[in-house]
T-cell receptor
Framework: GAVVSQHPSRVICKSGTSVKIECRSL??????MFWYRQFPKQSLMLMAT?????????EQGVEKDKFLINHASLTLSTLTVTSAHPEDSSFYIC??????????????FGPGTRLTVL | QKEVEQDPGPLSVPEGAIVSLNCTYS??????FMWYRQYSRKGPELLMY????GNKEDGRFTAQVDKSSKYISLFIRDSQPSDSATYLC????????????FGKGTRLHILP
């Protein structure tokens, strides 16, 4: 199956700093990438959808100026958490699809990044 | 009412038993129903994908969808310790650009 990687797998940072998380599709071109956030014992919640070369579409309640998404190539999307605070501590997971729109059965998930903000 | 409800468990069953996991939902527009398996500190892995009502079988896994009751199930036969994981139900509606709505997940422990 298709492989999606994330880097780093775990990051600890101080409050007020910015953190960048990378999501890469290793063996296919990802037209669409999705960023999710998962708090302990909670559902995965979609944060934003990005298509290569265009601006990301953010879900209601997600601050686009705080969570910067760049999908500059067909194999790489980055999520930057700016001025991170302890409440941003969560498990961030990306998924990628070769199709525009990315139907549920075409999305492949990355292994996730555990962010801890002190 | 949340769109998707799923008992978080944990659910502990002995090895070899049949496991039944289920979710209820409120949005009748959902047409695609998925089950994901998520191991600790890993991303979810798609197990089963079904469209509309009915059953789908894949090896030891059977997914059932009852749209009239807004209820979906995942059955695992001959459960094994390696099946221990969190199982997330999820669903989507094509009219919402395939946005996936996840349940909270049920933690499953298969006891050797």
């Amino acid at each position: 199956g298709a492989v999606v990687s994330q880097h780093p797998s775990r990051v600890i940072c101080k409050s007020g700093t910015s953190v960048k998380i990378e999501c890469r599709s290793l063996d296919f071109q990802a037209t669409t990438m999705f960023w999710y956030r998962q708090f302990p014992k909670q559902s995965l919640m979609l944060m934003a959808t990005s298509n290569e070369g265009s601006k990301a579409t953010y879900e209601q309640g997600v601050e686009k100026d705080k969570f910067l998404i760049n999908h500059a190539s067909l194999t790489l999307s980055t999520l930057t958490v700016t001025s991170a605070h302890p409440e941003d501590s969560s498990f961030y997971i990306c998924s990628a699809s070769a199709l525009a729109g990315g139907g549920a059965d075409t999305q492949y998930f990355g292994p996730g990044t555990r962010l801890t903000v002190l | 009412q949340k769109e998707v409800e799923q008992d978080p468990g944990p659910l502990s069953v002995p090895e070899g038993a049949i496991v039944s996991l289920n979710c209820t939902y409120s949005n009748s527009a959902f047409q695609y129903f998925m089950w994901y398996r998520q191991y600790s500190r890993k991303g979810p892995e798609l197990l089963m994908y079904t469209y509309s009502s009915g059953n789908k079988e894949d090896g030891r896994f059977t997914a059932q969808v009852d749209k009239s009751s807004k209820y979906i199930s995942l059955f695992i036969r001959d459960s094994q310790p390696s099946d221990s994981a969190t199982y997330l139900c999820a669903m989507s509606d094509m009219n919402r650009d395939d946005k996936i709505i996840f349940g909270k997940g049920t933690r499953l422990h298969i006891l050797p």
